[in-house]
């Protein structure tokens, strides 16, 4: 029997199913919604289901019958769920197809599948009947997945934009597969924690970096098909190496196989320009508060975390979320039951979003991009927080950043900059970003941001790290940055990687590998990063020096390091730290050794404590610092 018969009237749902779905709570919607290759009846096709409730008429339309809208009509469900769907034997992995879509207004739209596995290769769209079927050899991991990915263990996190990481072909990016070597190998010799991509999932416009996204359960077809992801996640994780997927559940585009005017309505997002248009983005913005549309949500995180093994997502533009009048004008917003500016829908999705992951996968992480003081953003959600498990700290980025900036004549002036944010370090679970949005738009690439001749501009990199890696939280650097990469991101023309030819992006590169070493197996660096008891001033207010100090603790009262960080590129001679016990100080790194690109003038390994008090504490050591650096010390012992 051939795909041209008549499509046969089945279904997977249960009553359940549909009550759970129509309730905002079936999480696992993915299951039934979509195309499904079964059988039915001993013979083998493909199961179709949609949710259309305005349509007039829904249609299974592709190559195999011609894209004729009147071949393969499926069926409307009786409950009023307005779910589609139907069985058409003969169809298998491999079938290209759309929904073609009656709208009561006359409209004949051809839309793709929201819930498709795998669509064509852009600029084609339609979606491609696919399964996610994959032998994992990631148990090892999986099985310590809690240990790689809780609170108190490392973050170091390397953001990369799978399309242009590499294009050793002009415009031709690397495959899914050959970055399973190439980048797998590369984060394992920067000693990296996890990776943290930019959006896989499938985009009709490439150059939107993958934030317009059309098939939230696709990976990019660019790069290869869903296993072959499944592949570079697999060879992660071997390598004990965590990923992070972005995810972007603020907005979509308006593309016309895309969720918006989905069967003929605003049915994903509002109809009322004031909450469902961003200014920003020119995008449609979902309505948290329809229960479908969580259900596609939440079903969209939990796909990844489930099927894909990603452990964990960044949520993005949490902000535009949390704020009806977000980048909108007095009189283009409508404010909540009770008169305020806040999303009260978006809120509550958030919540439950987060709930449902930590619930269903306790042993991944999910992390907020957001820069407003928005409370409690990674406090639980029973204490009246959003439930994240981390956010960005976008506060420090712009006053590290602008403090780096100056002059370092002038930044005795500018001390405040650089100490602010441990007035607030505590107040969230917060990771240090440096992220891509930092060296696009007119910014230029980090290494511009550092004033001086060659030589004080790497110096100065490897200061602003050792003072970033020091720091407490997590942290999230950007492709390139590791190395000095000397021009803006481009995604057409990708990273520079000849520049690390040359001994001075070389040795950046080897001393953020070095400090990514010592930071993983340093537990005062990272077991107490959230609270305040792991992080000590010994002397914050050094301006006239532009000499920063302070202690980083571990869980254990004798587990600290004593951090020396001297902002200026002249050497400060018997210079005093005051120190919490006795003993010889070992030196852990010092970022002006020669084999950073440092003067290498000043590398003494071990300091021995004086009885005299020095900064409130009974010992001191007595040191030169270097130039532009950051030293590290510990007890020996």
């Not at 004949?108 to 032998?135: C, H, I, M, N, Q």
């Not at 170091?156 to 970055?179: A, F, T």
């Not at 977000?326 to 999303?343: A, D, H, L, V």
Request: include cysteine; proline fraction near 5%; charged fraction near 25%.
């Amino acid at each position: 029997m051939s795909a041209s018969t008549a499509v046969t009237a089945h279904s997977l749902f249960t009553d359940y199913d549909i009550s759970l779905f129509r309730a905002g709570k079936n999480f696992r919607i993915y299951d039934k919604l979509g195309s499904h290759v079964i059988e039915v009846d001993g013979k083998r096709g493909t199961y179709f289901a949609v949710w259309a409730p305005s349509a007039k008429k829904v249609s299974v339309i592709g190559d195999f019958n011609g894209w004729n809208r009147s071949a393969h009509p499926l069926n409307a469900r009786w409950d009023s769920s307005g779910i589609w769907e139907g069985f058409i034997e003969g169809l298998e992995n491999g079938t290209v197809y759309k929904y073609a879509v009656d709208a009561q207004d006359g409209r004949a739209l051809e839309k793709g599948d929201p819930y498709a596995r795998l669509w064509e290769t852009p600029p084609k769209t339609a979606s491609v009947v696919w399964d996610t079927y994959y032998e994992w050899e990631d148990k090892d991991w999986m099985d310590k997945r809690g240990e790689h990915n809780a609170i108190d263990r490392p973050y170091s996190v390397y953001e990369v934009h799978l399309g242009s990481w590499k294009k050793p072909k002009g415009d031709e990016s690397l495959s899914y597969r050959e970055l399973a070597t190439e980048l797998v190998d590369y984060v394992k010799k920067m000693n990296f924690t996890h990776v943290e991509f930019l959006p896989v999932m499938e985009h009709p416009y490439f150059p939107s970096w993958g934030y317009q996204i059309t098939g939230y359960f696709a990976p990019s077809s660019r790069f290869g098909g869903p296993q072959d992801f499944m592949y570079l996640c697999d060879k992660l994780h071997q390598a004990g190496i965590g990923i992070i997927l972005d995810w972007v559940p603020s907005h979509f585009p308006n593309d016309a196989h895309g969720l918006a005017d989905f069967d003929g309505t605003h049915l994903y997002d509002h109809a009322d320009p004031r909450k469902g248009f961003h200014p920003d983005w020119k995008s449609a913005i979902f309505n948290y508060g329809r229960n479908e549309v969580r259900s596609f949500l939440i079903s969209n995180a939990l796909f990844w975390l489930d099927r894909y093994h990603i452990d964990g997502l960044r949520v993005d533009a949490v902000a535009s979320m949390l704020y009806l009048d977000y980048s909108r004008k007095e009189g283009e917003w409508i404010p909540n039951q009770y008169g305020g500016n806040e999303n009260l829908e978006a809120i509550s999705f958030l919540r439950e979003f987060n709930e449902t992951v930590f619930r269903e996968y306790p042993d991944t992480m999910t992390i907020a991009e957001e820069s407003t003081a928005f409370s409690g953003v990674s406090r639980p959600t029973y204490v009246g927080g959003l439930g994240f498990g981390q956010k960005w700290m976008m506060g420090w980025m712009h006053d590290t950043l602008g403090y780096f900036k100056h002059d370092p004549i002038h930044r005795s002036y500018h001390h405040g900059e650089v100490t602010f944010s441990l007035v607030y370090a505590f107040s969230e679970n917060f990771m240090l970003p440096l992220s891509h949005d930092e060296v696009v738009h007119g910014k230029g690439p980090l290494i511009d941001r550092m004033p001086g001749d060659e030589w004080q501009r790497f110096a100065n990199m490897r200061a602003m790290y050792g003072y970033m890696f020091t720091h407490p939280g997590s942290q999230l650097l950007f492709m390139g940055g590791e190395f000095g990469q000397t021009s803006e991101w481009s995604i057409e023309r990708g990273i520079d990687w000849s520049l690390t030819e040359f001994t001075p992006h070389a040795s950046l590169q080897t001393f953020v590998a070095d400090l990514n070493k010592l930071y993983r197996e340093t537990t005062a660096l990272f077991q107490l990063a959230y609270d305040p008891k792991g992080f000590e001033w010994i002397d914050v207010g050094d301006h006239q020096n532009s000499v920063l100090t302070y202690l980083r603790r571990g869980k254990k009262a004798d587990d600290f390091v004593v951090v020396v960080n001297n902002f200026t590129p002249a050497p400060r001679h018997h210079y005093r730290v005051g120190v919490p016990a006795d003993g010889t100080y070992e030196v852990l790194i010092n970022s002006d050794e020669d084999q950073y690109g440092g003067t290498g003038n000043y590398a003494d390994k071990t300091f021995k404590a004086v009885e005299s008090e020095w900064n409130g504490r009974p010992y001191h050591i007595e040191l030169t610092l270097p130039p532009l650096a950051t030293v590290i010390l510990k007890p020996k012992g």
